[in-house]
């Protein structure tokens, strides 16, 4: 069984950064593909990045050049980097993980991708 817990979440100004981590337990071979989320209240839940078990990383346009996925495989961590960022940023932010190589994940989501493992969330507030 496969466990995710987030951290790192917090209220902030735009510009500041904030770095989420997500603690990954349970077997390797269901978290192949890793991914961050996030959603607002009313709003679907979309794809902010992904990455592979050979690092390679798709980030969605809106946080191109500002945000960086990682994982520490040491650790089993997963990380999200989220510099200068902005008040349409706020949300909760969720990690979640897949059994399934992620080779055709594109822009910070998979399309038909299943995503079976998620954690419990984070919340990021930025104020302007």
């Known amino acids: 069984q496969v466990e995710l817990v987030e951290s790192g979440g917090g209220s902030v100004q735009a510009g500041d950064p904030l770095r989420l981590s997500c603690v990954e337990s349970?077997?390797?071979?269901?978290?192949?593909?890793m991914a961050w989320f996030r959603q607002t209240p009313g709003e679907e839940r979309a794809g902010v990045a992904t990455?592979?078990?050979?690092?390679?990383?798709t980030y969605a346009d809106s946080v191109m050049g500002r945000f960086s996925i990682f994982r520490d495989s040491a650790k089993n961590t997963l990380y999200l980097q989220m510099n200068s960022l902005k008040p349409e940023d706020t949300a909760r932010y969720y990690c979640?993980?897949?059994?399934?190589?992620?080779?055709?994940?594109?822009?910070?989501?998979?399309?038909?991708?299943?995503?079976?493992?998620w954690g419990q969330g984070t919340q990021v507030t930025v104020d302007s």
């Open positions: 979640a993980a897949s059994p399934v190589q992620c080779i055709h994940c594109v822009s910070g989501t998979c399309p038909s991708h299943v995503f079976s493992a």
């Open positions: 349970g077997d390797s071979e269901s978290r192949t593909c």
């Open positions: 990455i592979s078990n050979d690092g390679s990383a």
